[in-house]
């Protein structure tokens, strides 16, 4: 009881370690970069973002950079930013930014299809199409599986514990596969606008190039953060008491049952 007190008044709280705030600065100046540059790439030349128009493809881009990479990648830096704020409103927080980069995600998804459409263009025939898919589907299915495992009351403490290295698994491969993804749809843009022209280092070709590495970046510095073992959150004495009490509530192992 004594430690849980000492958690609840700050004295136990785990420190941070040095090189981790740098980290995860050095990650966030690459995904506002990373946004930024993908408005630049599309008022320079694409011409803007206007939905009723032949501009409303540019959409789609602009709210998967946005949802899908840098939102993700936000949302699994929380338990490591967060190392001392209460476990449940971490949680709610890191659920709430999935959301957030889910809604965006099917704008951007809106966008395309409603666009080729208008346009009678053929859907879903290219590898970048086919992964886009894979990639939400997977992303929506993991948002619900986390939150009827971690957020929504009466799942049993030993199934939480058995799903959450499942969890956690997949969590960085959807992200993998989101930047390979965006990666996928910038050459093949690319390609459609410039063609030939590409290789003559025309200007557009050279700025999505350096926007490719700014999504590969990106995507590495979140994931370097995340393996670092000893940058992961600690388990807080109110943590373990309070999930050694859910264990006892959920799975009837208090004395007072048997």
């Known amino acids: 009881m004594s430690s849980v007190c000492l958690s609840m008044e700050g004295g136990a709280a785990a420190s941070t370690p040095a090189a981790l705030p740098y980290y995860v600065a050095f990650s966030q ?34 709210c ?3 949802g899908l990479v840098f939102l993700q990648g936000d949302a699994l830096l929380v338990y490591r930013v967060f190392r001392n704020e209460a476990k449940r409103t971490t949680k709610v927080l890191h659920g709430l930014l999935h959301v957030f980069a ?8 809106v966008a395309v299809f409603d666009y080729h459409r208008k346009k009678g263009y053929t859907d879903l025939y290219s590898l970048h199409s086919w992964c886009g898919i894979l990639v939400f589907v997977l992303y929506l299915v993991q948002w619900l599986a986390g939150f009827s495992f971690f957020l929504f009351p009466g799942a049993p403490f030993s199934l939480r514990s058995r799903y959450r290295p499942q969890h956690i698994f ?13 990666l996928l749809g910038l050459k093949e843009a690319l390609l459609f606008s410039l063609g030939d ?33 000893d940058w992961k959150r600690p388990s807080q004495a109110e943590e373990q008491a309070l999930s050694m009490d859910f264990k006892t509530l959920t799975e009837g192992d208090s004395p007072g049952s048997q």
């Not at 690459?30 to 993908?38: I, N, Q, S």
Request: net charge negative; proline share 2%; hydrophobic share 60%.
């Open 64 to 66: 998967m950079v946005i």
């Open 197 to 229: 022209k590409y290789s003559a280092f025309e200007p557009e070709g050279v700025l999505a190039n350096v926007l490719g590495l700014l999504l590969a970046c990106f995507g590495g510095a979140v994931l370097y953060i995340l393996t670092r073992a």
């Open 29 to 62: 100046l690459l995904g506002l970069t990373l946004v930024a540059m993908t408005g630049a790439w599309l008022g320079l030349y694409r011409g803007g973002i206007a939905w009723e128009s032949d501009l409303q493809f540019n959409a789609h881009p602009l």
């Open 102 to 109: 889910l809604v965006i995600a099917l704008v951007g998804l």
């Open 170 to 182: 997949f969590g960085a491969t959807i992200f993998l596969l989101s930047v390979g993804t965006a």
